[in-house]
């Protein structure tokens, strides 16, 4: 089975640093993404990693360590427009060529940002 | 551009009636995807077309039914639904180049709420 863990929900601070984690169990790996969703909106792409390490866009990271099945993202300097629900989601491999990706999706964190 | 637009925004239907959600992307994407998505779940994949052709159906019940008449275009034909498929139908896309190797990012539609009464 597949097995994605992430915390239900976080709060923090406008203007501080938050960290999500998510750890993975899964059948096969092609990469980890992250996705930021507000209520009643479509998932909307922030990051990808399929090798270890740090990626870097703004305030948004990721962090990725394979052999751990280990992920995080980190928000730097909160804005309240931060408040959403981060997706963790693994790409797992495509049995055929032309055949699509297929994610597999974590419960989702709920982040809420106060002043 | 990564936009994918989905109509309609807001549907209701009765158990008994036919109606159809359409998905459109004009990216060039030859990957196309259907999501259902509940209230504080993580979306659910349903299908996946890959170059107009059918590539993945997760064992959905056959009262929903996928079409995708050209590389732009997807549509979810709905029939004899129940209440409990109420719900937020997401529609994405991705490159898919063929490397089953190479991931590509799925971009999302704003989705189709739908409430079966």
């Known amino acids: 089975g597949q097995n994605i863990d992430q915390p239900t929900e976080m709060t923090a601070t406008e203007g501080a640093i938050v960290q999500i984690n998510c750890t993975y169990q899964t059948s096969g790996f092609n990469g980890l993404f992250w996705y930021q969703q507000h209520a009643g909106e479509a998932p909307t792409f922030l990051s990808y990693?399929?090798?270890?390490g740090l990626e870097e866009k703004g305030r948004f990271s990721s962090f990725l360590s394979r052999s751990k099945g280990y992920s995080y993202l980190l928000l730097k300097e909160l804005q309240m427009k931060d408040s959403a629900s981060y997706l963790c989601a693994v790409s797992l491999p495509s049995l055929l060529y032309n055949q699509g990706g297929k994610l597999i999706f974590g419960q989702g964190t709920e982040l809420s940002v106060k002043p | 551009d990564t936009e994918v637009t989905q109509t309609p925004k807001h549907l209701v239907m009765g158990m008994t009636n036919k109606k159809s959600l359409k998905c459109e992307q004009h990216m060039g994407h030859r990957a196309m995807y259907w999501y259902k998505q509940k209230a504080k779940k993580p979306p659910e994949l349903m299908f996946v077309?890959?170059?107009?052709?059918?590539?993945i159906n997760e064992s959905v019940p056959s009262r929903f039914s996928p079409e995708c008449p050209n590389s732009s275009l997807l549509n979810l034909h709905l029939h004899a639904l129940q209440p409990e498929d109420s719900a937020l139908y997401l529609c994405?896309?991705?490159?898919?180049?063929?490397?089953?190797?190479?991931?590509?990012?799925?971009?999302f539609g704003p989705g189709t709420r739908l409430l079966v009464l």
């Open positions: 994405a896309s991705s490159q898919d180049t063929g490397n089953r190797d190479l991931q590509e990012t799925q971009y």
């Open positions: 077309y890959s170059y107009e052709k059918l590539s």
């Open positions: 990693n399929v090798l270890d």
